[in-house]
């Protein structure tokens, strides 16, 4: 896998020749963009390229929750920059005059239901870009690629994030691109609008095949420490030392490190905050079943992965745990959290 890594200062020297591609004479010339799903993670993004944009440009942005796109509206005009915004009444109207079309869907049902609703034959044919940012399973991902290529209406690629929605917000995501290598000089500017990395991951279906394969281990290291982290505190350790002798040997993981379960070892973490915010148990389930849904289609043996799926069902049943971090796999393991 070759991984290639863009700066936003790099792009941004990259994003003037791209924007101006085929049109250097004609200053009027939009570059349309239409942006469909504005979740807690689309509305953020779409805010961070509108707001990017020249005011020649245009962004159209579509929901099923109209409500969300009002106050899109609202919060895109009083910023008085960036690109001119439209409401558009459907997927397909986002996309009809659009050169780039950008998807935030929750599942793959959905992805697949907004691109059937887009690749009609009213459709006006055009060398569109389609990039999905939704995690979903590959295979599905490369369907919906086929379709948009049997159709003649463009190049589908895969574009998955990480960085959740603080980094949405701040325009600091990372994405982990599936696309044809030729494609990337074209999608790495407009990504590195809405976040700061993009790491190619090889061909379409590539982008999201990295991210299940890092959210598998990142399920199976959340539920490993919040088991060692309680192990260790039941004979006696004190949890800030155990953390420490973790995070400098080989135990140590991003949950250990950053986002350690336990009150008071790590000040950021959501274990200080009752385990609001942070990455809900109900996405880590979702990603963990996309993988394991992927994993049997390859024929890639899992062991671990049943025993870790029904920890975060489990837990997500209890009241105390449900909406939460998916860190609060500690308190369904009944770890001590007064332990000061
Ligand atoms: P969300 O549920 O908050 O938003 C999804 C949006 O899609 C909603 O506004 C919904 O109304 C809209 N939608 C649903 N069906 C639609 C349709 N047919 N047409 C138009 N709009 C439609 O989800 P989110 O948290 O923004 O996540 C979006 C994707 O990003 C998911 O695949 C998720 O797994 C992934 N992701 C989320 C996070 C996170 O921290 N939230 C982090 C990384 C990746």
Redesign the pocket.
């Known amino acids: 896998m070759r991984v290639a890594v863009a700066s936003s200062r790099l792009a941004r020297k990259a994003v003037q020749p791209q924007q101006r591609r085929g049109f250097a004479c004609t200053a009027q010339r939009l570059d349309n963009y239409g942006f469909?799903?504005?979740?807690?993670?689309?509305y953020q993004m779409a805010k961070n390229l509108q707001s990017k944009l020249k005011p020649t440009d245009k962004v159209s942005i579509?929901?099923?929750?109209p409500e969300?796109m009002k106050s899109l509206e609202t919060e895109m005009k009083a910023a008085s920059n960036g690109a001119t915004v439209e409401l558009a009444a459907s997927?397909f109207d986002a996309s009809k005059d659009a050169d780039t079309v950008v998807t935030?869907?929750?599942?793959p049902k959905?992805v697949k239901?907004?691109y059937e609703s887009i690749l009609t034959s009213d459709l006006p044919k055009k060398a569109r870009i389609y990039i999905d940012?939704?995690?979903?399973d590959p295979s599905t991902s490369r369907q919906v690629a086929k379709s948009v290529a049997d159709a003649g209406q463009g190049t589908f690629v895969d574009a998955?994030?990480?960085g959740?929605?603080v980094g949405a917000t701040a325009g600091t995501l990372t994405f982990m691109l599936g696309a044809a290598e030729s494609l990337v000089p074209r999608l790495e500017p407009v990504l590195l609008l809405m976040g700061k990395k993009v790491l190619h991951c090889g061909e379409q279906g590539a982008g999201l095949s990295a991210k299940l394969a890092n959210n598998y281990l990142l399920a199976l290291n959340n539920i490993a420490t919040a088991e060692a982290m309680n192990l260790g505190m039941k004979w006696g350790l004190d949890a800030r030392k155990l953390a420490g002798v973790i995070n400098v040997s080989t135990g140590k993981c991003w949950p250990s490190e950053v986002n350690n379960p336990v009150k008071g070892v790590i000040e950021t973490a959501p274990a200080n905050r009752d385990y609001r915010g942070g990455?809900g148990i109900s996405?880590m389930k979702?990603?963990l079943r996309l993988a394991m849904f992927a994993a049997k289609e390859a024929g890639a043996k899992m062991a671990l992965a049943d025993t870790a799926y029904s920890v975060y069902e489990e837990a997500e049943k209890l009241d105390q745990c449900a909406g939460r971090d998916f860190s609060v796999v500690y308190r369904y393991l009944e770890g001590k959290e007064d332990w000061e």
Do not use: R, W, Y
């Open positions: 469909i799903g504005l979740g807690q993670m689309g579509f929901d099923v929750n969300a997927a935030v869907l929750p599942e959905h239901g907004v940012c939704s995690t979903i998955p994030m990480s959740g929605v990455f996405l979702k990603d």
